[in-house]
């Protein structure tokens, strides 16, 4: 199986560390990871992507233009990948932020206000733990015991005491997204 | 006389007692392409003397200039390296950062060190690096046939500067002691001359001074030597020391442009 | 199994040059690929003692690692076009000194200042000289993470056996994706003594002298076949290439660095459409893997080669086939990627609807 995913959000949502997190995640579980980052002054508080392609198998082209999943945190991410998400994929994005939602009817599209949890939970900084929990609760692409051991090993050792945090951010995530609410095909 | 004769009084004359002079055993015992009364020869030679009297010979590791000095390592009995054009502080930079322990120094002409290799320079003497820099200035391009240098005075006719050098197209000559004199990371800066024979003492002085503080790991030194070019500037070697007395060394003032704080 | 990580290959290069035991980096920031000089200020040192130095120019490192390699020592550097370029210099003298050093060119789009974005427009300045003079360098072209850690051991071991100066030729996208690296043990940087380094003259020997100077040009011309002689060897000895589905090929995809592996998915895209497609992948650039094109070549349709540039391995491709079989190419320049499906587009225009 292989599944291909884009992290898309503003510089500094932490879009990258998303990806990384999965990446780590699906290397525990011995599956074979790219995480191709976009880079140069994109990553100066413009938009910032990552493309994360997890297999079981080796994976060839690390750059590809049709995903799984789209994860989008802001509306200019939903704007630019929407219409890059394969019919039958999914497309992911935080209502609190977003003026013009998805529109496409073949593909799955799921969301949450997961601005609005981050808000609640007193640290804006956890807004990608929330989106990614929503990501593997839909995709389950990787388990979430993995995602708790790619966790530590992205977090660098000082942040460490930030890990139930982030935790408990990713499972408001992953049980605010409501599968079966997703506007089906 | 008959030839055994000759070879008797020879070896009565050639004794330990009646030495008056000798080539340092760091020289190698070979023709120098050098024209006849360039400085060039007379800087080699006092500078492998005091490599000999310091008995550092195999604890020493030179980069060779492109200019007139490019085949110094034909002439000095020691490693070494010849370096891209103006690029010599660069590889000195490179060989002592690898061996700390040893000697290290470059032999530059004014184009190699100040022109194309001024940017090399300038950033060796910065960062400290502690190697010797011995840099000749005879104000004109020797090995390319007498061009302009940075260091070329104003006035001064070369085949790149026909009607003499006009600051006003062709910029001011160099001064490159005294700019980088004042960084932190220069140690020792001085500017000597081998023009006559109380000159070629301090030159060999300052060379050893140099050295000396290498050894205490004090930094960049620079040891700049006014010389001259008679091919180039068209003179006898005599007219060419007259011209290093009178025109040269009044824009380029000789002595210690900064000494360091020595603990005695 | 080594100790196994998620890095970027600009990470996982610094982290095997550390592993390898490399006395010197000299390198000038420059994306996409100061991540190498970045990580290496942060751990060499204290690790291994290595030497990391920022150069005030890329001018300045290459002849910084002349003076290191000149003294025997493993000294390397990473920069990605521009400041490749300046270093063409000084990689022709220490190709003519016959210096051992490995460096890797993180290519960008160009020319000029170009673009960040990934490209392999240097592929002519890597496989050809690059700088003056008749010279070549050994190129590694390595296509995943674990081979841009892997390749600096290797590069390494084969610079100071041909004592020659070995690339490593990737581009922005292997520099800045991560993948699953297996990383090599750490190795004990080592002090060894060589006859031609310049660590001052033997007491009870001849001085060393390392230079690329030689005025009689009946010597230059001595030192000329010398190093053509070495480029044979290596010609020999360490061509590396890599294939799949050659068995049944009609037609064959070839790539090199990350393009090869955007090849194989338009490989496997069009085998489910039928078309019997093999692959090659060049791992050395120079040398380059000759005999397999020459091989393959009377046995099938065509070869579509695919590069981020105008078309410049294909060159080699179509020295190599010698006119057995067509040789096409399709590209994308400046920084742009191109995608398995417009690959498979493209073969499928030239090569089935006979355009």
């Not at chain 2, 200039?65 to 390296?81: L, S």
Request: charged share 20%; glycine share 10%; hydrophobic share 40%.
């Amino acid at each position: 199986m292989t599944h291909e995913t884009v992290f898309s959000g503003f510089g500094g949502q932490g879009v990258l560390t998303m990806g990384m997190i999965l990446g780590y995640a699906a290397i525990f579980e011995g599956k074979e990871v790219t995480w191709m980052p976009s880079y140069g002054p994109e990553m100066r508080g413009g938009t910032a992507n990552c493309i994360t392609i997890v297999s079981d198998e080796m994976i060839s082209s690390p750059i590809i233009s049709k995903f799984d999943t789209v994860v989008a945190l802001n509306q200019p991410s939903i704007d630019k990948f929407e219409k890059a998400v394969k019919p039958g994929g999914n497309i992911l994005y935080d209502t609190t932020t977003t003026l013009k939602p998805p529109t496409r009817s073949d593909i799955h599209i799921y969301s949450l206000p997961a601005g609005d949890i981050a808000v609640e939970l007193k640290n804006t900084k956890v807004l990608n733990m929330i989106m990614l929990g929503a990501f593997i609760k839909i995709t389950n692409v990787v388990s979430v015991e993995s995602i708790w051991k790619g966790l530590q090993s992205v977090l660098p050792e000082r942040y460490h005491k930030l890990i139930p945090l982030n935790q408990e951010a990713f499972m408001r995530g992953y049980n605010a997204v409501n599968v079966d609410s997703a506007v089906l095909i | 006389m008959a030839e055994e004769n000759v070879d008797v009084l020879v070896e009565n004359i050639v004794t330990p007692e009646n030495l008056v002079y000798r080539k340092p055993t760091t020289l190698l015992d070979v023709d120098m392409h050098y024209c006849p009364g360039c400085g060039h020869s007379t800087v080699h030679k006092i500078f492998m003397e005091v490599v000999e009297e310091m008995g550092i010979q195999n604890d020493i590791i030179g980069v060779a200039p492109v200019g007139c000095a490019v085949f110094a390592y034909n002439y000095m009995d020691v490693d070494m390296q010849q370096a891209a054009h103006g690029r010599a502080c660069a590889v000195a930079t490179g060989i002592k950062r690898m061996l700390p322990d040893k000697y290290v120094f470059t032999y530059q002409g004014d184009g190699d060190l100040a022109a194309i290799g001024g940017n090399e320079t300038l950033h060796a003497a910065n960062r400290g690096e502690n190697f010797l820099v011995i840099f000749i200035n005879n104000a004109v391009y020797g090995m390319t046939s007498g061009q302009m240098a940075p260091t070329t005075l104003e006035g001064m006719v070369t085949t790149t500067s026909p009607y003499g050098r006009d600051p006003k197209v062709m910029g001011y000559p160099l001064k490159f002691g005294e700019l980088i004199a004042p960084l932190p990371g220069v140690a020792y800066v001085t500017r000597q001359a081998v023009n006559n024979v109380q000159n070629v003492r301090r030159t060999k002085k300052a060379l050893q001074r140099a050295l000396e503080y290498q050894k205490m790991g004090l930094g960049f030194c620079l040891v700049e030597i006014v010389s001259n070019c008679p091919s180039n500037w068209k003179m006898t070697p005599l007219e060419s020391n007259k011209y290093v007395q009178e025109v040269l060394i009044p824009y380029y003032p000789l002595g210690d442009i900064k000494v360091p704080e020595v603990k005695k | 199994m080594g100790e196994v990580k998620l890095m970027k290959g600009n990470e996982a290069l610094a982290e095997a040059a550390i592993r390898a035991g490399v006395d010197a980096y000299f390198g000038y920031p420059i994306t996409p690929q100061s991540e190498v000089i970045e990580y290496l200020s942060r751990e060499a040192t204290k690790r291994t003692g290595m030497l990391v130095l920022q150069a005030e120019s890329e001018v300045a490192a290459i002849n910084m690692i002349y003076g290191a390699a000149g003294c025997g020592k493993k000294a390397m550097t990473t920069s990605s076009s521009p400041g490749i370029s300046l270093m063409q210099e000084g990689l022709s003298y220490i190709a003519s000194a016959e210096l051992p050093c490995l460096l890797a060119n993180i290519n960008r789009g160009g020319p000029g200042l170009g673009t960040i974005q990934p490209a392999q427009g240097d592929y002519f300045q890597a496989t050809k000289g690059g700088g003056h003079g008749d010279y070549r360098l050994l190129v590694l072209a390595p296509y995943n993470v674990q081979e841009m850690a892997d390749f600096v051991k290797l590069g390494f071991e084969l610079a100071f056996k041909y004592r020659n100066p070995v690339m490593i030729l990737a581009d922005g996208a292997l520099g800045q994706m991560m993948e699953k690296v297996e990383l090599p043990p750490q190795e004990p940087r080592v002090n060894v003594e060589y006859p031609w380094a310049t660590t001052g003259k033997p007491k009870n020997g001849e001085r060393r002298v390392i230079t690329s100077l030689h005025i009689q040009p009946e010597k230059m011309e001595e030192i000329n076949i010398r190093l053509q002689q070495k480029y044979q060897k290596m010609k020999e000895e360490e061509v590396r290439y890599q294939t799949k589905n050659l068995e049944d090929a009609e037609y064959i995809f070839t790539a090199f660095g990350l393009v090869s592996r955007i090849a194989m998915k338009a490989m496997d895209l069009g085998r489910q459409k039928g078309y019997k497609i093999g692959w090659i992948r060049p791992i050395t650039l120079f040398p380059f893997p000759e005999k397999i094109f020459q091989e393959v070549a009377p046995r099938v349709k065509g070869i579509l080669d695919i590069e981020m540039n105008s078309g410049q391995m294909v060159e080699d491709v179509k020295l190599s086939v010698c006119g057995k079989t067509r040789v096409e190419y399709y590209g994308r320049m400046g920084g742009v990627v191109p995608t398995p499906e417009e690959i498979l587009e493209n073969f499928e225009r030239m090569f089935i609807k006979g355009e």
